[in-house]
Nanobody, 124 residues
Framework: QVQLVESGGGLVQAGGSLRLSCAAS????????MGWFRQVPGKEREFVAA????????YYADSVRGRFTISRDGAKNTVYLQMNSLKPEDTAVYYC?????????????????WGQGTQVTVSS
């Protein structure tokens, strides 16, 4: 059974940092591209960042490029999202997702597995 478990969310002041983690199990981690999405109530789930199977390729939404960094650790089957210079508009539930493909995509319906989400709240 595939499981993606996010952690690291919380409350932080604007300008602060958080690091999200997503631990994967039940799949061959090296076969999966990994992504982070976020969602606020009443809105569509929004792409944040993604990385290729190897971690050698990354892609970011314009709204987070230069502030967020996605990375992965194959030995720990874990993908990370380092979030710096946080803004109140970054407040959302953050989800990690896995896609059995070597191609990065921003389309949430193309991902195969999802975590349960972790809340990030940025106060002004």
């Amino acid at each position: 059974q595939v499981q993606l478990v996010e952690s690291g969310g919380g409350l932080v002041q604007a300008g602060g940092s958080l690091r999200l983690s997503c631990a994967a199990s039940g799949l061959t981690f090296s076969r999966y591209g990994m992504g982070w999405f976020r969602q606020v109530p009443g809105k569509e789930r929004e792409f944040v960042a993604a990385t290729t199977r190897s971690g050698g390729g990354t892609y970011y939404a314009d709204s987070v490029r230069g502030r967020f960094t996605i990375s992965r650790d194959g030995a720990k089957n874990t993908v990370y999202l380092q979030m710096n210079s946080l803004k109140p508009e970054d407040t959302a539930v953050y989800y990690c997702a896995a896609r059995d493909s070597g191609v990065i995509t921003v389309t949430n319906t193309l991902y195969d597995y999802w975590g349960q989400g972790t809340q990030v709240t940025v106060s002004s």
